[in-house]
């Protein structure tokens, strides 16, 4: 089982960035993904969530309306677009799946927002 996010970087305040999450070694369909974030010293939040088909999302109050999640079943992928970052948006993401019965996490991607 493989969760591997790419895309992070570094960007300036008001840019945008797009981060993906390829899934492999499990029924990519069957789970819904979450994106998480860390920042230096703060605990792990729940940034974003999609449902296993995609009909179904849901967002931290920090991040929306700037930010949307979305899913390609075909090509085990979720992605996190995100607008309008700010430097408090920097962070380690984590990409996340999970069922009924099994979570599995990716090894995260950092972003940073500066000037």
């Known amino acids: 089982v493989q969760l591997v996010e790419s895309g992070g970087g570094l960007v300036q305040p008001g840019g945008s960035l797009r981060i993906s999450c390829e899934a492999s070694g499990f029924t990519f369909s069957g789970y819904a993904m979450r994106w998480y974030r860390q920042a230096p010293g703060k605990e792990r939040e729940l940034v974003a969530g999609?449902?296993?088909?995609?009909?179904?999302?849901n967002y931290a109050d920090s991040v929306k309306g700037r930010f949307t999640i979305s899913r390609d079943n075909d090509k085990n992928t979720v992605y996190l677009q995100m607008n309008s970052l700010k430097p408090e948006d920097t962070a380690v993401y984590y990409c996340?799946?999970?069922?009924?019965?099994?979570?599995?996490w990716g090894q995260g991607t950092q972003v940073t927002v500066s000037s």
């Open positions: 999609i449902s296993n088909g995609g009909g179904s999302t």
């Open positions: 996340n799946a999970v069922s009924w019965r099994y979570e599995y």
